[in-house]
């Protein structure tokens, strides 16, 4: 098991910046392969981005490529989510989520064993 837990939503005006952590505990955090996901009010969850175990291998939605920024401090247990030049669509809550024991990156939510609660992103034009 590991359990996930996510902070640094808020409410941002346009153009602004947020930095969202995932902290895990339980298993060792450098086995997982992790995602950020996020889910607006009457809409499917949607993949973000995500990042392999030693943080060498990233992949991103297209619409957050060149803004965001995923990363992960394994010393820390820890991973990251930089969102900069922040636009109203961004608005949603976030989600971070582990795959167990998968040296694959994924976007689907499906492939993701454990999730955290979300932070909420709001961003104001």
């Known amino acids: 098991q590991v359990q996930l837990e996510e902070s640094g939503g808020g409410l941002v005006q346009a153009g602004g910046s947020l930095r969202l952590s995932c902290a895990a505990s339980g298993r060792p955090f450098s086995i997982y392969v992790m995602g950020w996901f996020r889910q607006a009010p009457g809409q499917e969850r949607e993949f973000i981005a995500t990042i392999n175990g030693i943080g060498g291998n990233t992949y991103y939605k297209d619409s957050v490529k060149g803004r965001f920024t995923i990363s992960r401090d394994n010393a820390k247990n820890t991973m990251y989510l930089q969102m900069n030049s922040l636009k109203p669509e961004d608005t949603a809550v976030y989600c971070c989520?582990?795959?167990?024991?998968?040296?694959?990156?994924?976007?689907?939510?499906?492939?993701?064993?454990?999730w955290g609660q979300g932070t909420q992103v709001a961003v104001s034009s």
């Open positions: 989520a582990a795959r167990w024991r998968q040296t694959m990156l994924s976007t689907d939510p499906n492939g993701y064993d454990y």
